[in-house]
């Protein structure tokens, strides 16, 4: 499939900035996945690294890809953190969430020195917003959470999987709230975090310090 090669060219370029001794944070999502793919086989190759996951799905794939992992309390330092993106715009805006893993991802990637975005094509927008925008929130009281972001003016959803309530690593809802266009990202991340009951949001603003997009035969970056 064409958004497979593409994110499959994008995580390979982001593969080349890792570098022996590096501690990686490992985002989420299935362009992440081609990476630890890649990541996967240097590290059979000797590219010694450590790698610190943001999602149990992300660990149980690294883990069998046989790439070395730790946790957060036993490192002093994130290198570099490589994670996939649900929309992202050339101000370095992204929405992210799309997988519910938005947390603990926010987490690695906030704290690494270098952050790299990888996507397909299809992800680049001119304004954030199309992509329902995933909120994680508080179990208690979550409708009451709801109508509050509502007032901001969207029609936050419960997310459901199988029929099933989606439950986040971290054992809360995640709402997807349809803003259609957003014009200022930071201000509506302000606003939503200020929210009791709402314990982060899928936007990241300008926290990428990279951008590779996948095309049909190379992958570049933004600039
Ligand atoms: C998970 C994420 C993912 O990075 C995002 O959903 C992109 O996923 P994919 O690479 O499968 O398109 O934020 O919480």
Redesign the pocket.
Known sequence: MKQDQQ?KLAAEEAVKWIKDGMVVGL???????WMLEKLGEKVQQGLQITGIP??KKTERLAKQLGIPLTDSSSVSRIDIAI????EVDRQFNL????????VR?KIVDAHATEFIV???ES?LVSTLGKFPL?VEVLPFGWELTARTIAELGCEPKIRERNGERFISDNGNYILDCQFNSIQNPQQLHEQLKQMTGVVET?LFVQMADRIIIGKEQTAEEIV
């Open positions: 994110k985002g989420s999502g299935s362009t992440v996945n943001s999602s994670d996939g993106a649900d929405i992210k969430g799309g997988g519910g893993s938005l991802e990888i996507v397909d992800k995933p899928g």
